[in-house]
């Protein structure tokens, strides 16, 4: 009854107020013309992938310094990698490092687009060669790339064909004879291009810096896309002198003079502890890149930065840095967030052996190391040699091994004649009875003790012989009868 009157029309409606997001557009400010790097021109258009009118949806980024431009990228680990990310890591394997322009769209993410997708990209990297100009005969002999120079970017919805024949028309508007060319260097033109990188974004990601290096000052901007579909897990392209160890884009512009392979091991650096580093939903995209240009534009002739250098492990910091501050946009910027999440994780291990505090080693390449070559019964157990590997610097953890081994503070103990009975009973943690060294140890796989088996904790299945009706055999060795129904044995 009272189940009925819950539902009767007299009852009350509930109403659920649901508080508005609130806005976000104070990320994003002006920003003085002085604080971009010199020797890029750059715009965004309007071509018709997006179907409101007047938005932005096509990026152009040019250098146009006289000295070669070196690119780095970082691109997605998706399975189904889209066709511009195939595209671009074609383009920096055959220049080894060199690229002087991207080309970006949002709108569509020219993903799942099978060979008319790859065609479509080629298409948009050769019309946006054409927008740049050659460079010195001094200088083109210090560029070996002397096939494609531009980077391509899509972002959008997954699984349409692009409007090949609007980006292109697009692409030919922005030659230097065209009247209605729109690149520029000034904040108007940074801006307009971070407008065509955004999909679901609220507002433009863009931001400038300014560091020094050996006394002279150099400048860094960036910009970067990204609300929903946000988990990026990102690697560096495969390029000649190999790798190193919605969407997320992202691109970053310095006047630096630097090496390629300098600048990708930097990128791959900040990349690690900046946009991998972070998470809106949880689904990796099919598109994620991030890229870095380095026009050279700032230094002076013949000073180019090297990897090993003190420079370059400052360049690299205020790189990775950089990074985390457009990664951190992106995560503000999360489709329905409303609060922003830092976890910081400390991890400091120690192995207390004979009074001593002697750190672990916890690099996952320390903990995975090959000790089983000790002579030692029962190590490895036979069924998992093949299941470790060989670490570079196994020297630290075998030392570990070796001392915990011998310690006269560990009690051994041999359970058969099996090699695998024998185990190792280690001792207790000081005010812990509940935890044991072994959790602590670097090879603690090899101090687990062995798989005990399991007691029968159920009756024994009868016989379907057994019972209290008819007659049956016992199953007691050395005795031969029947039973009746009143339990009575009767020899035989």
Not at 84 to 89: A, H, M
Not at 287 to 306: R, S
Not at 332 to 345: I, L, N, P, S
Request: aromatic share 6%.
């Amino acid at each position: 009854m009272s189940f009925k009157r819950l539902l009767s029309s007299s009852a009350s409606p509930i109403t659920l107020t649901l508080k508005p997001t609130p806005s976000k557009a104070h990320h994003h400010h002006p920003l003085p013309a002085t604080a971009f790097p010199s020797g890029f021109l750059l715009g965004g258009l309007h071509v018709g992938v997006k179907k409101a009118a007047g938005v932005p949806d096509l990026a152009i980024i040019l250098s146009t310094s006289s000295t070669p431009t070196a690119a780095a990228a970082s691109f997605t680990r998706n399975t189904f990698r889209a066709a511009p990310v195939l595209v671009s890591e074609d383009v920096l394997q055959k220049s080894g490092g060199w690229a002087r322009a991207l080309v970006v769209n949002s709108g569509c993410a020219n993903a799942v687009t099978g060979r008319k997708g790859l065609e479509d990209a080629w298409k948009m990297v050769e019309e946006t060669d054409a927008l740049l100009s050659p460079l010195s005969s001094s200088n083109s002999n210090s560029n070996p790339n002397t096939g494609k120079e531009t980077l391509v970017m899509s972002t959008g919805v997954i699984g349409q064909l692009l409007p090949i024949d609007a980006i292109i028309s697009g692409i030919r508007s922005q030659a230097s004879t065209s009247p209605t060319r729109v690149l520029g260097a000034d904040f108007s033109s940074w801006e307009n291009a971070a407008k065509a990188f955004m999909t679901t974004d609220t507002f433009p990601k863009l931001r400038a810096r300014t560091f020094v290096l050996g006394g002279r000052e150099y400048r860094m901007a960036g910009m970067t896309k990204g609300a929903g579909m946000i988990h990026p897990n990102m690697a560096p392209a495969k390029t000649e002198f190999g790798p190193l160890h919605a969407t997320l884009l992202g691109c970053i512009m310095t006047d630096l003079a630097i090496n390629p392979r300098s600048l990708q091991s930097a990128l791959t650096y900040a990349v690690d502890r900046s946009f991998n580093s972070i998470s809106v939903d949880g689904d990796m995209s099919t598109n994620d890149t991030i890229c870095v240009l380095a026009n050279g534009a700032a230094a002076p002739d013949g000073l180019v930065l090297e990897e090993g250098t003190q420079e370059y492990e400052i360049f690299k910091e205020e790189l990775t840095v950089f990074a985390a501050d457009l990664a951190k946009l992106v995560v503000r910027d999360g489709e329905g967030a409303t609060k922003f999440v830092t976890v910081t994780v400390k991890v400091r291990l120690y192995y207390p052996i004979w009074g001593l505090q002697l750190p672990i080693p916890t690099n996952r390449e320390h903990q995975r190391t090959k000790t089983h070559t000790a002579s030692h019964p029962g190590y490895p157990p036979p069924h998992s040699s093949k299941q470790h590997c060989t670490a570079k610097t196994p020297s630290l953890s075998y030392l570990f091994f070796i001392l915990h081994l011998f310690s006269p503070l560990t009690q051994h103990k041999q359970l058969g004649p099996h090699p695998r009975s024998y185990r190792l009973r280690p001792l207790l943690i000081k005010n812990q009875p509940h935890k044991s060294i072994r959790h602590l140890h670097p090879i603690r796989r090899y101090l687990r003790p062995p798989r005990a088996r399991k007691r029968r904790t159920h009756p024994r299945r009868r016989s379907p012989c057994e019972g209290d009706n008819g007659i049956g055999r016992f199953r007691a060795p050395g005795r031969v009868g029947y039973r009746r129904s009143g339990g009575e044995v009767l020899d035989v």
